[in-house]
């Protein structure tokens, strides 16, 4: 398997320092005078420590220095660099660069260390067009793209060695704006997906496990039947894989990253912003509308994370009824807790608390507390 | 105390069989049956003329060819390469209840005056085992607390099936046709789910809370108008035994649903508490587990379904009764759920009950939960002192008869997880053990349970090979993650094409036909 390697080797050096992010020169400068390490090295060691054992099995690409060149020299295993970096401290343009040069060599796989900052980096070039797997090594990790640990992500490689029909997902690729984090302000946005492997169990004697995409397909037709039942009702469908599926079952097409509007059966509104949503659902009294969103997994962000183009206009005034949540129980599993919301305004928060029902499967619901 | 082989060198025959289908030559026979003589086939004409002709076939079947001692030394050679209840410490296999089934049972049941008996005799003629059934479902009554039993499911899937179809029936007497909601949990067996959605109903599933029960919020939240019923366990495969039980059921109640408890394995509170007195209105038995019986593809298995006096009459029938004469089926409900299966159930499971139920008496099953939870105690005592295994959920709080424990912090350590223990157990000579149903609430699960039967020094046993398989983790995880070693299979399988519709087959027929050609 051609496997590309690549460290953002500043990633995650501001975080113990508390300066929330290390995107931009500056930060990094301050990171390194204060006596930060570059903890994305450490974490890459780990990585291939568990992954050496196969490695007549794997040709690494990587990008010169401690993007990826330097480690793989460490742990003494066989590397192909496809470039260098320009000047001795990387840049985002240099972790792009590198992942157009392991596009180009046809790898099967790319391994990325970094958080948010370079998941954004590595997506911008790649989409979902090459699986990765992402090794948390960030300040921020707001995305869906990573293994838990380095050794998780360890794994995942060789799940993908040794099955014949791998599985995949997509991921969602989040990022926060960091002078507005600095600030105490939260801003979190939905830069894309990327194509990263599902990590296979052995099937256990009594236990048949259908799949998280079986699951999603039945909680998709659960709510599309719902939706074409649905008389003189907007549906405000929100982003992301889940609320796709549903739209593919209707024979439309989902805006992926953005929020679409369906009126009895068809599409009247393709990437809405929170305007059109005002214009359409606020332009006459009385007009009756719904929402459909999922949350994101590991997080459990419901509104205001990703689909802030459903504003607190369009929220105030809802019932619970009116939010269809679509979510797999594999994703409620990876939220710590609760749902929670960050609509930028605590009293609406506070009235979106409470259970919710959610569409975990065709004619299955899960009852899940949003805080 | 015993000698205890924490070292046993274990190595499992490893024969490479080939599978039958595809064994053997073309005319190779193990009886080669004579012709009929000339006298014979003359009055009766060609033997095939025997059978209608539509029941025959027009080609002959594509068996394998092979003599007997071929047949014989491949079926013995498979035999070495299993590895059964009875000759490993089946701790492991956890919600399974793995419990000696004492070999005098087999006797009864493989006598004639049992094994010979024919569903379509005469009732007269088989009053011994109707008399064995109606006894059995009277201990059951006194067991469970309930008024009614009916012995007629083949197992713990089809009485929950049985109880939720009695349950649609005893709705609709009552005019409640808009109740079409069951709540469920997501640590459940997947069959209370299963058979709610395969009678139609919508399932609601309740998430555990920090104290390992099912949110009893949620519960609140959820019930309405639209419930029919709650399907719960308790305690779940965590052992947490859930203290608000009797709250559960009464808000149930409270919005006119029924309560069914999931009994598969009762040993955690055989003897101890009662499913009536907690307030249910239904639950079943798996008497192939808690009662004792060779199962896990060993043996038929049998389901209880137990019900209080106002479901009586939606039982599956036929049940049996004493009219202080005779013992008779009685399968004359008209507002019965009907059949699950043929005939009375499954007789031989039942003989095994019964024998089960006789020897030990109501102080000993009391005794069968009370062990089982001293010994899950210390085996959890133990098993806990291995660095890299935890027990999530309810810290502090005992558990009962299983427990589910994380392999998570060793795994993000070393990097082994528990399908490579799984694996790796193997090696040691036990079998592989019982992780979790789907979704994994708990992470790199692991769920043992150690039943009344093990002794110390088994268990003692059982967790030396966890303890080193742990050492081997942090020090050569290589091993575990290349695991098995020892197995009679020594390759891992790549599964992957479960998922592939292009890439299985469920039988060697469409293996040929559709994924041997591609």
Same mark, same amino acid.
Request: proline fraction near 5%; hydrophobic fraction near 35%; aromatic fraction near 8%.
């Given at each position: 398997?051609?496997?590309?390697?690549?460290?953002?080797?500043?990633?995650?050096?501001?975080?113990?320092?508390?300066?929330?992010?290390?995107?931009?020169?500056?930060?990094?400068?301050?990171?390194?005078?204060?006596?930060?390490?570059?903890?994305?090295?450490?974490?890459?060691?780990?990585?291939?420590?568990?992954?050496?054992?196969?490695?007549?099995?794997?040709?690494?690409?990587?990008?010169?220095?401690?993007?990826?060149?330097?480690?793989?020299?460490?742990?003494?295993?066989?590397?192909?660099?496809?470039?260098?970096?320009?000047?001795?401290?990387?840049?985002?343009?240099?972790?792009?660069?590198?992942?157009?040069?392991?596009?180009?060599?046809?790898?099967?796989?790319?391994?990325?260390?970094?958080? +948010?900052?370079?998941?954004?980096?590595?997506?911008?070039?790649?989409?979902?067009?090459?699986?990765?797997?992402?090794?948390?090594?960030?300040?921020?990790?707001?995305?869906?793209?990573?293994?838990?640990?380095?050794?998780?992500?360890?794994?995942?490689?060789?799940?993908?060695?040794?099955?014949?029909?791998?599985?995949?997902?997509?991921?969602?690729?989040?990022?926060?704006?960091?002078?507005?984090?600095?600030?105490?302000?939260?801003?979190?946005?939905?830069?894309?997906?990327?194509?990263?492997?599902?990590?296979?169990?052995?099937?256990?004697?009594?236990?048949?496990?259908? /799949?998280?995409?079986?699951?999603?397909?039945?909680?998709?037709?659960?709510?599309?039947?719902?939706?074409?039942?649905?008389?003189?009702?907007?549906?405000?469908?929100?982003?992301?894989?889940?609320?796709?599926?549903?739209?593919?079952?209707?024979?439309?097409?989902?805006?992926?990253? /953005?929020? +679409?509007?369906?009126?009895?059966?068809?599409?009247?509104?393709?990437?809405?912003?929170?305007?059109?949503?005002?214009?359409?659902?606020?332009?006459?009294?009385?007009?009756?509308?719904?929402?459909?969103?999922?949350?994101?997994?590991?997080?459990?962000?419901?509104?205001?994370?990703?689909?802030?183009?459903?504003?607190?206009?369009?929220?105030?005034?809802?019932?619970?009824? +009116?939010?269809?949540?679509?979510?797999?129980?594999?994703?409620?599993?990876?939220?710590?807790?609760?749902?929670?919301?960050?609509?930028?305004?605590?009293?609406?928060?506070?009235?979106?608390?409470?259970?919710?029902?959610?569409?975990?499967? +065709?004619?299955?619901?899960?009852?899940?507390?949003?805080? | 105390?015993?000698?205890?082989?924490?070292?046993?060198?274990?190595?499992?025959?490893?024969?490479?069989?080939?599978?039958?289908?595809?064994?053997?030559?073309?005319?190779?026979?193990?009886?080669?049956?004579?012709?009929?003589?000339?006298?014979?086939?003359?009055?009766?004409?060609?033997?095939?003329?025997?059978?209608?002709?539509?029941?025959?076939?027009?080609?002959?079947?594509?068996?394998?060819?092979?003599?007997?001692?071929?047949?014989?030394?491949?079926?013995?050679?498979?035999?070495?390469?299993?590895?059964?209840?009875?000759?490993?410490?089946?701790?492991?296999?956890?919600?399974?209840?793995?419990?000696?089934?004492?070999?005098?049972?087999?006797?009864?049941?493989?006598?004639?005056?049992?094994?010979?008996?024919?569903?379509?005799?005469?009732?007269?003629?088989?009053?011994?085992?109707?008399?064995?059934?109606?006894?059995?479902?009277?201990?059951?009554?006194?067991?469970?607390?309930?008024?009614?039993?009916?012995?007629?499911?083949?197992?713990?899937?089809?009485?929950?099936?049985?109880?939720?179809?009695?349950?649609?029936?005893?709705?609709?007497?009552?005019?409640?046709?808009?109740?079409?909601?069951?709540?469920?949990?997501?640590?459940?067996?997947?069959?209370?789910?299963?058979?709610?959605?395969?009678?139609?109903?919508?399932?609601?599933?309740?998430?555990?809370?920090?104290?390992?029960?099912?949110?009893?919020?949620?519960?609140?939240?959820?019930?309405?108008?639209?419930?029919?019923?709650?399907?719960?366990?308790?305690?779940?495969?965590?052992?947490?035994?859930?203290?608000?039980?009797?709250?559960?059921?009464?808000?149930?109640?409270?919005?006119?649903?029924?309560?069914?408890?999931?009994?598969?394995?009762?040993?955690?509170?055989?003897?101890?508490?009662?499913?009536?007195?907690?307030?249910?209105?239904?639950?079943?038995?798996?008497?192939?587990?808690?009662?004792?019986?060779?199962?896990?593809?060993?043996?038929?298995?049998?389901?209880?379904?137990?019900?209080?006096?106002?479901?009586?009459?939606?039982?599956?029938?036929?049940?049996?009764?004493? @009219?202080?004469?005779?013992?008779?089926?009685?399968?004359?409900?008209?507002?019965?759920?009907?059949?699950?299966?043929?005939?009375?159930?499954?007789?031989?499971?039942?003989?095994?009950?019964?024998?089960?139920?006789?020897?030990?008496?109501?102080?000993?099953?009391?005794?069968?939960?009370?062990?089982?939870?001293?010994?899950?105690?210390?085996?959890?005592?133990?098993?806990?002192?291995?660095?890299?295994?935890?027990?999530?959920?309810?810290?502090?709080?005992?558990?009962?008869?299983?427990?589910?424990?994380?392999?998570?912090?060793?795994?993000?350590?070393?990097?082994?997880?528990?399908?490579?223990?799984?694996?790796?157990?193997?090696?040691?000579?036990?079998?592989?053990?019982?992780?979790?149903?789907?979704?994994?609430?708990?992470?790199?699960?692991?769920?043992?349970?150690?039943?009344?039967?093990?002794?110390?020094? @088994?268990?003692?046993?059982?967790?030396?090979?966890?303890?080193?398989?742990?050492?081997?983790?942090?020090?050569?995880?290589?091993?575990?993650?290349?695991?098995?070693?020892?197995?009679?299979?020594?390759?891992?399988?790549?599964?992957?094409?479960?998922?592939?519709?292009?890439?299985?087959?469920?039988?060697?027929?469409?293996?040929?036909?559709?994924?041997?050609?591609?």
């Amino acid at each position: 398997m051609k496997l590309g390697f690549v460290i953002n080797p500043y990633a995650g050096i501001a975080g113990s320092l508390a300066l929330k992010g290390s995107d931009g020169s500056e930060i990094r400068e301050k990171a390194l005078r204060a006596g930060a390490e570059k903890k994305a090295l450490v974490r890459a060691e780990t990585f291939l420590r568990f992954i050496s054992p196969h490695k007549n099995n794997l040709e690494f690409y990587t990008y010169g220095g401690d993007m990826g060149e330097s480690s793989l020299k460490k742990m003494a295993l066989p590397f192909n660099v496809l470039g260098r970096p320009d000047a001795p401290e990387t840049s985002a343009y240099d972790t792009t660069q590198a992942i157009s040069l392991m596009k180009e060599a046809g790898v099967d796989c790319i391994v990325f260390l970094g958080g +948010d900052g370079t998941a954004r980096d590595v997506c911008s070039v790649l989409g979902d067009a090459i699986p990765v797997v992402g090794v948390p090594a960030g300040v921020k990790m707001h995305s869906a793209v990573y293994a838990k640990t380095p050794t998780d992500a360890a794994e995942l490689i060789l799940s993908l060695l040794s099955s014949s029909s791998p599985l995949f997902k997509l991921g969602e690729v989040m990022d926060i704006d960091e002078a507005q984090f600095r600030q105490g302000r939260l801003s979190a946005n939905l830069y894309g997906y990327m194509k990263i492997p599902v990590a296979r169990h052995m099937q256990g004697k009594k236990s048949v496990n259908l /799949g998280e995409q079986d699951a999603l397909y039945g909680a998709a037709k659960f709510v599309a039947r719902e939706m074409e039942g649905g008389k003189d009702v907007f549906y405000v469908v929100g982003p992301g894989t889940s609320t796709r599926c549903i739209f593919d079952l209707l024979g439309l097409e989902k805006t992926l990253l /953005g929020v +679409d509007v369906l009126f009895e059966g068809r599409l009247i509104k393709k990437d809405a912003a929170a305007a059109d949503l005002k214009t359409l659902l606020k332009g006459e009294e009385g007009r009756k509308y719904k929402i459909v969103v999922t949350t994101i997994g590991g997080q459990g962000c419901l509104f205001g994370r990703g689909n802030q183009q459903i504003d607190p206009d369009i929220l105030r005034g809802l019932s619970k009824n +009116d939010i269809i949540i679509v979510a797999t129980p594999e994703k409620l599993l990876s939220i710590p807790g609760a749902l929670y919301n960050d609509t930028g305004d605590p009293e609406l928060d506070r009235f979106l608390s409470g259970y919710y029902r959610i569409r975990t499967g +065709d004619r299955v619901e899960a009852v899940f507390l949003c805080k | 105390m015993g000698t205890i082989n924490t070292e046993r060198k274990f190595q499992e025959a490893r024969w490479d069989e080939p599978i039958i289908l595809e064994m053997g030559n073309s005319g190779e026979r193990g009886v080669l049956m004579p012709s009929a003589e000339e006298k014979v086939q003359k009055a009766v004409g060609p033997a095939d003329a025997l059978l209608p002709e539509g029941l025959r076939r027009k080609n002959a079947p594509a068996l394998p060819e092979l003599s007997q001692m071929q047949v014989l030394r491949h079926y013995l050679r498979l035999s070495q390469e299993t590895i059964g209840t009875d000759i490993n410490i089946d701790i492991g296999l956890g919600t399974c209840t793995m419990k000696y089934s004492p070999k005098i049972h087999e006797n009864f049941v493989r006598s004639p005056k049992v094994r010979d008996l024919h569903p379509y005799q005469d009732e007269s003629t088989v009053q011994g085992m109707l008399e064995i059934i109606y006894k059995t479902q009277e201990y059951l009554k006194s067991i469970s607390g309930m008024d009614a039993i009916s012995l007629q499911p083949s197992g713990g899937s089809q009485a929950i099936y049985g109880n939720v179809a009695a349950m649609r029936r005893y709705h609709e007497e009552h005019g409640n046709g808009h109740k079409d909601e069951i709540i469920t949990t997501i640590l459940s067996h997947p069959a209370n789910p299963g058979a709610a959605s395969t009678l139609g109903y919508k399932v609601i599933t309740l998430y555990p809370g920090p104290d390992g029960c099912p949110d009893i919020e949620a519960l609140k939240a959820a019930i309405s108008d639209k419930t029919a019923g709650l399907m719960i366990t308790n305690p779940e495969d965590t052992g947490i035994y859930n203290e608000r039980i009797r709250e559960f059921v009464d808000l149930v109640h409270s919005v006119g649903g029924l309560c069914c408890y999931d009994q598969a394995n009762l040993n955690g509170v055989f003897g101890l508490t009662r499913a009536k007195d907690a307030g249910f209105d239904m639950c079943h038995y798996n008497l192939h587990k808690s009662f004792s019986s060779p199962h896990g593809c060993q043996g038929p298995g049998a389901g209880a379904q137990c019900v209080t006096s106002a479901l009586a009459k939606y039982l599956a029938t036929p049940t049996v009764e004493f @009219d202080g004469n005779k013992y008779f089926l009685d399968g004359d409900h008209a507002d019965s759920i009907g059949k699950l299966r043929k005939f009375y159930g499954v007789p031989a499971v039942m003989v095994r009950t019964y024998a089960y139920i006789r020897t030990l008496g109501a102080d000993g099953m009391k005794q069968i939960a009370e062990l089982s939870i001293l010994n899950n105690n210390y085996l959890l005592l133990e098993l806990l002192k291995i660095k890299g295994l935890n027990m999530p959920l309810a810290e502090g709080k005992r558990r009962l008869e299983q427990a589910r424990l994380s392999w998570e912090e060793l795994t993000g350590e070393t990097g082994v997880t528990t399908d490579d223990i799984c694996r790796r157990i193997v090696d040691y000579g036990f079998q592989d053990y019982f992780a979790s149903h789907h979704p994994r609430v708990i992470p790199e699960p692991f769920t043992p349970e150690p039943v009344e039967t093990y002794s110390k020094d @088994d268990i003692d046993e059982f967790v030396a090979a966890f303890k080193s398989i742990a050492k081997e983790a942090y020090e050569t995880p290589e091993v575990v993650k290349s695991a098995p070693h020892k197995a009679a299979l020594y390759t891992q399988i790549d599964d992957s094409g479960l998922s592939d519709i292009d890439k299985f087959a469920v039988t060697w027929r469409a293996y040929k036909k559709y994924v041997a050609k591609k």
